[in-house]
């Protein structure tokens, strides 16, 4: 709220508690119909304002309402402390029709407001009704006390007259409600503080795919960071392991270069790695994907993920057991030997896995 208006907030089960309910119920904070119900109550506790006489305004109702389904306000004040009648309503007698005998006619039925009444202490009673499968719920509910309005910036002759103090309420509350919105903007724009639905929106605007997991909150004020290494071989296996929840290993060309003369074997790495410098391998445990389709969108994703003009070659590594020419099982015996995986162009591999570059393309 604006620092020149206060409010009374009511947003805790706690305070929907304390008064009478009548087929509403409690769904964390908020409140709701009880199931296979199409009407019902609340009678909320008395709200002191703690000024004699004190002249009852605005009143905000946070909450969704369907098409079909309402919220009627009923209230009333008075300067006394203690009210009988309200006292003695019982939830099991016919609680509806004394509802509207002691409040009179709904104060309005919408989710903003404006309450005619006068006296230090404010009865409120909300009606709850649904008129299909979607009933409304009620998140909490706002009381203005005091603060600034434009009525205080004219002079004394117009401050009493009612009509001119209803008429400039409409455009005081518009007036307040885009300051509001205006001082709210600092914490709706910090992934700290911003809502699960805004922290999405903020995610798109740095260009991270909330359907990728991971925690936004903590992700979001680094992400620009990422940005810096993630064609990097680092940057490659951080989102490989924020997308699949495994790290993964890299295998780049020049890594297993058959032209450096520290390479022991080149006819076998020409086998094994091919030769296209452009090339990287990519390997991950066999068990990293669910099913086909897991391993498809993983791969669509990382498209988006590695250097322009490069290759990713994904290789799924079964788990195995590797006996060498001499393995003792109890006696002294040649078991045999082993073949080495080639990794080329002519082998044949479970699943479609090559992706990037001129190629795929």
């Known amino acids: 709220m604006s620092e020149t208006q206060t409010y009374l907030t009511l947003r805790c089960h706690e305070q929907w508690e304390g008064g009478k ?10 409140l709701v119909l009880e199931p296979e119900t199409f009407s019902g109550f609340v009678c909320l506790r008395p709200v002191d304002s703690r000024e ?15 098409l079909d389904g309402g919220v009627r306000v009923y209230a009333r004040s008075s300067d006394q402390p203690n009210w009988a009648e309200w006292e003695a309503l019982n939830p099991e007698a016919d609680f509806p029709a004394r509802v509207r005998s002691l409040f009179g006619p709904p104060a309005a039925g919408d989710l903003d407001l404006w309450l005619s009444c006068s006296g230090r202490y404010l009865w409120l009673a909300l009606e709850l009704t649904a008129g299909g499968t979607e009933c409304p719920r009620l998140d ?9 309005h434009m009525v205080d910036y004219l002079p004394a002759l117009y401050r009493e007259q009612d009509f001119t103090y209803r008429y400039l309420s409409i455009f005081n ?35 991270v795919d909330p359907e990728e997991g991971g925690d936004l909150r ?24 924020r997308l699949t929840g495994r790290r993964p ?8 270069d058959p032209n450096d ?13 091919g030769t296209d410098p452009y090339r990287f391998f990519l390997l991950l445990p066999q068990d990293t994907f669910q099913d086909q389709q897991a391993l498809e969108r993983f791969l669509g994703r990382m498209q988006e993920m590695i250097p322009a003009e490069t290759t990713l070659e994904l290789v799924l590594l079964k788990p195995c057991i590797q006996l060498d020419w001499h393995t003792y099982l109890g006696i002294n015996s040649q078991i045999g030997g082993y073949v080495q995986a080639v990794i080329d162009e002519k082998m044949t591999i479970h699943y479609n896995t090559t992706i990037g570059g001129a190629d795929h393309e």
């Open 249 to 256: 290993w890299i295998i780049e060309h020049f890594a297993v």
């Open 52 to 66: 004699t006489g004190f002249r009852w305004s605005r009143l905000r109702l946070w909450g969704e309402v369907p």
């Open 140 to 148: 909490g509910l706002a009381l203005r006390l005091w603060g600034d």
């Open 21 to 30: 309910l009548w087929h509403v119920q409690c769904q964390g904070d908020s």
């Open 218 to 241: 903590r992700r979001l004020p680094q992400v620009l960071g990422e940005y810096e290494t993630m064609y990097t071989p680092a940057g490659i296996a951080r989102s490989t392991e």
């Open 261 to 273: 003369p520290a390479c022991r074997d080149p006819v076998l790495y020409r086998r094994l790695y």
């Open 173 to 207: 509350s518009i007036f307040q409600d885009m300051e509001s919105a205006i001082d709210d903007l600092p914490r709706l724009l910090d992934a700290g503080s911003a809502p699960p639905e805004m922290l999405n929106f903020l995610a798109r605007w740095l260009c």
